[in-house]
């Protein structure tokens, strides 16, 4: 299985220290050498970006910062993972490493799923 991973933090005023960018590092190599980890990006400030909403079929573009924001999209990981509780274990692995802030984890829709629309067996199949 597969899970998108959305970390959310406090957006920072300063980058990363050496040392944390160090320790992040040498945990996206183990992560990509022993398989569970197939992508992540790591997000520029919010000033550099756009929030781009559609409303009643109006579009309405916002240009950072989103400073009504508390946290923001702080990055991303695409998670290999055997089970919900699996992903849910290197996403605690990963926030002891980048400190505080929130993932979010979703199943990503993987070719030849059947049960995506029933939430029970939908369940029964992550806990498995």
């Not at 959305?6 to 960018?21: A, C, F, G, L, N």
């Not at 924001?69 to 055997?82: D, P, Q, R, S, Y």
Request: proline fraction near 4%.
């Amino acid at each position: 299985m597969r899970f998108l991973s959305i970390y959310k933090t406090v957006e920072r005023t300063t980058p990363p220290s050496q040392d944390e960018m160090a320790t992040m590092g040498k945990l996206v190599e183990e992560g990509m050498k022993a398989g569970w980890l197939v992508a992540t990006e790591g997000c520029l400030p919010s000033t550099l970006g756009a929030r781009v909403r559609r409303t009643n079929g109006n579009i309405s573009i916002t240009d950072g910062p989103f400073i009504e924001t508390k946290e923001l999209v702080g990055g991303f990981a695409i998670l290999k993972a055997n089970s919900k509780p699996e992903a849910i274990e290197l996403a605690r692995n990963f926030l002891q490493n980048a400190g505080d802030g929130e993932c979010e984890l979703r199943q990503l829709y993987e070719a030849g799923d059947t049960n995506c629309g029933n939430q029970v067996e939908h369940e029964a199949a992550l806990t498995a």
